[in-house]
């Protein structure tokens, strides 16, 4: 009897099936002595949509909500069907005894193979491949330790409830709020939440009153120093007063009053986990967290350079332990060998920040694996997210960064100045970086004006006099709240449990796809739509607090601590109340971005959308579809007043011209073919020339027409 594998990808197909020894290659499977390797195309099966339960839901009506069916029902997805039935025949065969899943190792991977399990209605035997690596190694040990596939059971319902509670909540609402004001309206237990943290900022910025303020800083010949209230704030918001303390402090003296030296410790940060690599992406390349999903899946599945990407742990398990040395030798290689070299030649001692067996759930943090790096292989962008997660890796076993801190107090004329200063003493882990490694952080400083450190600073000490060379009063103005970026936003989603580090980068592209908010350079707005959409939804379902109690319930049942009936229950019941308190809603919706122009097939003004390709002009009415690109188009037709190039338009009657300065239009018949009225006067010039020649300028005028317009 042979053993069936399923793999998620193709990809990953291929790779099993080489170190496994199936080498007969067919179009949907591969073939050995001992293993058949398959593979699905991501989700080969999903839950049924409402039509599939009744053909009225087609029409999507708001009094046929809420849509709650008594028994989920499942359904093979019609763009994929095509390998589910090759799956499914390979299933079948009487010579498969046995099914190793092998698809990714998390609840996402685990749900789209039990579905293909339940649709087929396997009943033989089945186990699950657990690995973090696709390297060669890695799939060798995990096939020599293969895991029962009852073990998963309850990551499985765990999926399957997070499945089931997105349809209900994400479908009703979405239909109830696209019917209730006739728009497309996007709604879900995931996104909604996280709009609403980007609205609540944005309410922050808007209503915020900016104040104008000013600081004193004084030369004191050696250093400088700076002036702070009692309360420790160093701005003056009133200006007389400002100007009077000023005043007051010119050419004073004063004494030194505390000197203290301190030696700060800092540990070399945590290894990566998703979320916090998307993050530092984000701040050092400007990369979306999607596009550093992608380029990871491609440094793990490709290049086999890393572990397993989707991961919310930040450690290691004991028994790497041993295989710390290989890996590092694998990346002893190019920039990283000077750094990486010396720590083979000494023993490894990883303390509990890098190995913490209670820390590490389905997977640990994100490291090198142990196949050898050929840089020159990589593209710009793997190579700078290699970059970051090897360096990272390397300095876990750097010891602490040591610091001198120096904190100074002087007193003049009564009030107290501050100055700050710093000596490295052991750079550490920070020499992994060049000694000057950003440590960025997502929110802006409250006070930015306070002393910084890092100056350097004379030897000081208690009870020095010391002269004011010099006052300075230097203008600023208080600062409204930062808009999100993406990295601050992934922290903040993290924070409030929404989502998991595999969904955090979709649930961020749907809401730019669904045009409820967009990116500004580095930030996330909120559109015109986002704006009404979030006042639009229940209360309950703007704020992240109900999603992340939901995600802590997934969680506990993935644990074997909850269970899915009262969790499912609870989400129809909730479903209950959204849909009415839509249904019941006396708000407005009010399109955001309708166009000038209209359409052409019903007259009803178009609705501007943005796509990666540029502007599409679309036409909001159900029963129509008619869209067409929303660019200016240029003719070559020129204005006959500012002699401008003239816009070509789309109407009623078919297309025009008009010119964007002055506002002529000129129709253009379907059939016609027009010639420049500049070009016909050129040609009348060239012609009467030659008339004293004795040419019949008629003729040729009349000729040399007819050649142009064919």
């Excluded at 497309?184 to 808007?206: C, F, N, W, Y």
């Excluded at 100045?417 to 710093?422: L, V």
Aim: glycine share 6%.
């Amino acid at each position: 009897m042979k053993v069936l594998v399923l793999a998620e990808k193709p990809s990953v197909a291929k790779e099993i099936a080489r170190v496994m020894g199936s080498r007969d290659k067919h179009k949907s499977h591969y073939e050995g002595p001992k293993y058949v390797v398959t593979w699905a195309l991501g989700h080969l099966v999903g839950l049924a949509e409402p039509e599939d339960y009744d053909k009225k839901y087609q029409t999507w009506a708001l009094e046929d909500l809420p849509i709650l069916p008594d028994n989920t029902r499942l359904k093979v997805l019609r763009e994929t069907s095509h390998q589910f039935k090759a799956v499914q025949h390979l299933m079948k065969r009487q010579d498969i005894g046995e099914m190793i899943i092998a698809t990714d190792a998390a609840r996402e991977g685990e749900l789209l193979a039990r579905w293909i399990l339940k649709m087929v209605k396997w009943n033989k035997p089945f186990k699950r491949l657990w690995i973090s690596s696709q390297t060669d190694r890695a799939i060798k040990e995990g096939f020599a330790s293969l895991k029962p596939g009852n073990q998963f059971d309850r990551l499985y319902e765990s999926a399957r409830c997070r499945a089931e509670a997105d349809w209900m909540v994400g479908l009703n609402v979405t239909r109830a709020l696209t019917c209730k004001f006739n728009a497309q309206l996007s709604a879900g237990r995931v996104q909604t939440p996280t709009l609403g943290m980007i609205m609540d900022r944005e309410k922050e910025i808007t209503s915020f009153r900016s104040q104008e303020y000013e600081t004193l800083q004084v030369d004191l010949g050696s250093f400088e120093a700076s002036w702070r209230a009692a309360g420790g704030d160093a701005r003056i918001f009133d200006k007389e007063q400002a100007a009077k303390l000023k005043q007051k402090l010119d050419g004073r003296s004063g004494t030194i009053i505390s000197v203290k030296k301190s030696e700060k410790t800092e540990p070399h940060p945590l290894a990566y986990d998703l979320t916090e690599l998307q993050r530092d992406a984000n701040r050092r390349f400007g990369f979306s967290a999607k596009q550093t999903s992608n380029v990871l899946q491609r440094l793990y599945e490709q290049h086999k350079l890393v572990t397993y990407p989707r991961t919310d742990s930040r450690y290691l398990t004991s028994d790497m332990t041993s295989t710390l040395k290989e890996r590092l030798a694998s990346i002893a290689v190019g920039p990283y060998a000077s750094l990486a070299r010396p720590l083979l030649r000494k023993n490894l001692n990883p303390g509990k920040r890098v190995v913490d067996d209670s820390k590490v759930t389905d997977h640990h943090a994100i490291i090198p694996t142990e196949q050898t790096v050929l840089l020159n292989q990589l593209s710009a962008d793997e190579r700078k997210l290699y970059d970051l997660i090897v360096r990272r890796f390397i300095s876990l076993f750097y010891p602490p960064a040591r610091y001198d801190n120096v904190a100074v107090t002087v007193e003049i004329e009564g009030e107290r100045f501050y100055a700050k200063g710093t000596t490295v003493k052991d750079s550490g882990w920070r020499e992994v970086y060049g000694g000057d490694y950003e440590d960025e952080s997502d929110e802006e400083n409250d006070d930015p004006h306070a002393s910084a450190s890092g100056k350097l600073l004379p030897e000081l000490s208690e009870g020095e006099k010391v002269k004011v060379a010099r006052c300075v009063l230097r203008q600023g103005r208080t600062q409204p709240p930062k808009r999100y970026t993406e990295a601050a936003l992934l922290a903040q989603m993290e924070k409030h449990g929404l989502g998991t580090p595999a969904t955090r980068a979709d649930i961020i592209e749907k809401l730019v796809s669904s045009d409820t908010i967009e990116r500004q350079g580095s930030s996330l707005h909120p559109t015109g739509k986002g704006k009404q959409l979030i006042e639009l939804v229940a209360p309950e379902l703007r704020t992240p607090q109900l999603t992340a109690r939901w995600e802590a319930e997934l969680e506990k049942i993935a644990k074997g601590q909850g269970k899915p009936e009262p969790f499912l229950k609870g989400i129809r019941e909730m479903t209950v109340k959204l849909v009415t308190e839509v249904k019941g809603s006396d708000a407005e919706y009010k399109p955001h971005n309708l166009s000038h122009s209209h359409c052409p097939d019903c007259g009803t003004r178009l609705l501007e959308k943005k796509t990666k390709r540029g502007k599409l002009l679309v036409c909001p009415s159900e029963d129509c579809g008619y869209k067409r690109s929303g660019e200016k188009r240029l003719s070559n037709r020129r204005c006959p007043q500012c002699h401008k190039k003239m816009e070509l338009k789309e109407g009623k009657a078919g297309m025009f011209v008009q010119c964007l300065g002055c506002g002529i239009t000129e129709t253009l018949k379907k059939d016609a073919k027009h010639v420049n009225k500049r070009e016909e006067r050129k040609l009348v010039q060239q012609y009467s020339k030659q008339e004293s020649i004795g040419s019949n300028l008629g003729e040729l005028l009349k000729a040399a027409l007819e050649q142009k317009k064919e």
